[in-house]
């Protein structure tokens, strides 16, 4: 079986554009950072077989990609992703980003089988996961975003996503009404920079556990530097330069959710929210959200470049309609991608 599994994954490597462990001229992610409990995914499909192109098990392991995902002259990783691309379904924003693998290498547990996920402490079956809770920090600076938008003033234009705790959909809880299962994600790290402006912007926001259809279900914003995603405002010297490193660490523990970010100039900002109820990171009460929040759901942790400026262009609150041709050199060249650069990347049970 190990065998099997082995020759499947270097197969899946191969089916991109890899730099091989042994016979690579430069050295590739795995070697310098820790990739045994992640898979990529790519903004790409080079086989061509209609579904977005990730990298699972010990193929991340021998793996590079000289646009999307490899290390710099710094031996620092760089994830790249142009607005036009492939992407995952139930998705209009193109990545290059990293999913946990609770389970490692070991295939016989399913993606989202609660062995290679984590619970709430409050979850009924918690003791049936990979872990309860868990710890991921990264060091990083943005080097770009995207600087084309047919709708500016929509809240995701501008604007890349470089860390996250997903909830795995489910939808035999959301068939059984639940009141779970419905895949949001209870923290989103943004940094967001106008064409023009100086400076960006880094902040957070929190899903509302409600249904897709729900008009209550929104992601609610928290400044960390400079403004949060409505303001137009220039942050100046309040927020922080492309090419400025910054870092985060979200601590789940138990069923609350610690969050740490610190910054040479500016310090450190922190934030607490219990992912169990429906008390806001401010300390009150939202009547709107979830009474349980997340407690009954499953998790996993991303980090990456998960572009925010989709070209998808309707009344949709994602629907920025940003451009893009959808070949990357030509993206790169005019502006229209996100790229970011992590000097550390780790993660804890």
Not at 23 to 29: K, L, R, S
Not at 94 to 116: C, F, H, V, Y
Not at 132 to 145: D, P, Q, Y
Not at 250 to 257: P, R
Request: net charge negative.
């Amino acid at each position: 079986m190990l065998k099997k599994a082995f020759v499947a994954s270097v197969f899946t490597c191969l089916a991109g554009t890899t730099l091989a462990h042994n016979n690579a001229p430069h050295p590739i992610p795995a070697d310098k950072f820790d990739m045994s409990h992640w898979k990529i995914t790519l903004p790409m499909d080079k086989d061509q077989n209609g579904k977005v192109d990730e990298i699972v098990g010990v193929g991340i392991l021998s793996y590079s990609h000289p646009d999307y995902f490899y290390l710099d002259e710094n031996q620092h990783l760089v994830f790249q992703v142009h607005n036009k691309a492939i992407t995952t379904s139930g998705s209009s924003n193109a990545r290059s980003e990293l999913r946990q693998m609770n389970r490692g290498n070991n295939d016989k547990i399913g993606t989202k089988d609660p062995g290679n996920n984590f619970a709430l402490a409050s979850h009924p079956s918690a003791q049936e996961f990979g872990s309860i809770g868990g710890e991921l920090a990264a060091s990083l600076k943005v080097n770009h975003v995207s600087t084309h938008s047919k709708h500016p003033n929509k809240y995701p234009a501008y604007s890349v996503v470089v860390g996250q705790v997903h909830a795995s959909k489910d939808s035999k809880q959301i068939a059984a009404n639940t009141g779970f299962g419905y895949g949001n994600e209870p923290i989103k790290i943004f940094y967001k920079k106008w064409p023009g402006h100086d400076a960006g912007s880094v902040f957070w926001t929190y899903e509302r556990n409600l249904a897709k259809k729900d008009p209550d279900r929104t992601d609610i914003a928290y400044p960390v530097w400079g403004n949060t995603w409505e303001n137009h405002q220039d942050p100046k010297d309040e927020g922080v330069l492309l090419g400025e490193e910054f870092s985060y660490k979200i601590h789940v523990d138990g069923d609350v959710m610690k969050l740490t970010f610190n910054n040479r100039r500016h310090g450190e900002v922190s934030y607490q929210i219990n992912l169990a109820d429906n008390v806001d990171a401010y300390g009150k009460v939202d009547p709107l959200d979830n009474p349980m929040g997340y407690a009954k759901d499953s998790f996993y942790f991303k980090a990456g470049a998960y572009g925010q400026c989709s070209v998808k262009d309707d009344e949709g609150f994602w629907s920025t309609g940003c451009a893009g041709t959808g070949d990357f050199h030509q993206d790169k060249a005019n502006g229209d991608y996100n790229s970011a650069t992590f000097s550390k990347l780790t993660l804890k049970k």
